[in-house]
């Protein structure tokens, strides 16, 4: 699976947009772009995933470059609660054998 | 939406004893579980691969002898901690996905505390 690249931390402030950047410049054309996030202590949760479309969910919305080598995860009005370790994952979509390889991800922190 | 519970949720025991951590899908069924390890201030580190009805898949450098994966439905795994010592203390992750492969995401458990005396 193609390598992702995140910065370590981030800062948001409560009610603000968090735009957290993703770069996969070595992306394959059959992988896929998931996001998923971890509260401390707590399993990862899934947040959204797209292929090449942006996608939108009640949770977030996910901005794909047309190159689909970087993709932008955007909380639209971040709360206390979105504080969070947040990761993007590259993957191939073929069968249900495939894992998810986690790499460092980014800390977000909301704050007052 | 997808659910997979975990149990137990935290562990203390003291060493040497074996440790039973169970992964269920509640509302799909799940052909392959993935169990994942993370250490303190770390990412999650893959460490076998669950398949039903089947050996499991281990990860370079874990130890199937010490860590037994058992996959005996379409809605459970177990992975068992043999003989754990303190270096085994960690937090211990299952995950699950949909059977129909495509680009269905994974769903993670809660997670197991695991805490070896």
């Known amino acids: 699976d193609a390598k992702t690249t995140q910065p370590t931390s981030m800062d948001c402030a409560e009610g603000r947009a968090a735009n957290l950047p993703c770069n996969h410049s070595t992306i394959s054309g059959n992988e896929y772009v998931y996001w998923y996030r971890q509260i401390h202590s707590q399993g990862p949760q899934y947040i959204i995933h797209g292929l090449k479309n942006n996608e939108t969910n009640e949770m977030a919305s996910l901005i794909i470059t047309e190159d689909r080598k970087s993709s932008t995860l955007i909380l639209p009005h971040a709360t206390l609660r979105d504080t969070a370790v947040y990761y993007c994952i590259v993957r191939v979509a073929n069968n249900a054998g495939n894992m998810l390889t986690f790499g460092g991800g980014t800390r977000l922190m909301v704050k007052p | 939406g997808a659910v997979v519970s975990q149990h137990p949720s935290r562990v203390i025991c003291k060493s040497g004893t074996s440790v039973k951590i169970e992964c269920r899908s509640l509302?799909?069924?799940?052909?392959?579980m993935f169990w994942y390890r993370q250490f303190p201030k770390q990412s999650l580190m893959l460490m076998a691969t669950?398949?039903?009805?089947?050996?499991?898949?281990?990860e370079q450098g874990v130890e199937k002898d010490k860590f037994l994966i058992n996959h005996a439905s379409l809605t459970l795994s177990t992975l068992t901690v043999t003989s754990a010592h303190p270096e085994d203390s960690s937090f211990y992750i299952c995950?699950?996905?949909?059977?129909?492969?495509?680009?269905?995401?994974?769903?993670f458990g809660d997670g197991t505390r695991l805490s070896i005396l």
């Open positions: 995950s699950a996905r949909e059977r129909g492969g495509g680009n269905q995401p994974q769903h």
């Open positions: 669950s398949n039903e009805g089947s050996k499991a898949t281990y």
């Open positions: 509302d799909f069924q799940a052909t392959t």
